[in-house]
């Protein structure tokens, strides 16, 4: 069975950070590309950030604007987004899933395992 744990999320001043861990065990982490993403309250699930299986390549949405990064390691099986500069517009809760092979890196529906979540908000 395919457990999806993110954590590290929490409340942060603008202009803060934060990291966020997601722990995935029942499967071989290390094959997986994964991918960061949010969703805020009422809006739709989009898409943060990717990285494939062995940490080589990295993919962001615009909005990260150089002030997110995402790595891996693959002996722990954990993903990571180091958020910088982070804003109100960032408040959100932000979920790790694991890769499928099919569709897009930027698509919801290209992953299949996906964790609970973990919240970020952003507020002064």
């Known amino acids: 069975q395919v457990h999806v744990v993110e954590s590290g999320g929490g409340l942060v001043q603008p202009g803060g950070s934060l990291r966020l861990s997601c722990v995935v065990s029942?499967?071989?982490?290390?094959?997986?590309?994964m991918g960061w993403f949010r969703q805020a309250p009422g809006r739709e699930r989009e898409f943060v950030a990717a990285i494939n299986w062995d940490g080589s390549g990295t993919f962001y949405a615009d909005f990260v604007k150089a002030r997110f990064i995402v790595s891996r390691d693959n002996a722990g099986n954990t993903l990571y987004l180091k958020m910088n500069r982070l804003n109100p517009e960032d408040t959100a809760v932000y979920y790790c899933?694991?890769?499928?092979?099919?569709?897009?890196?930027?698509?919801?529906?290209?992953?299949?395992?996906w964790g609970q979540g973990t919240q970020v908000t952003v507020s002064s």
């Open positions: 899933a694991t890769r499928a092979n099919r569709g897009r890196y930027y698509e919801h529906s290209a992953y299949d395992y």
């Open positions: 029942g499967l071989t982490f290390s094959t997986k590309p």
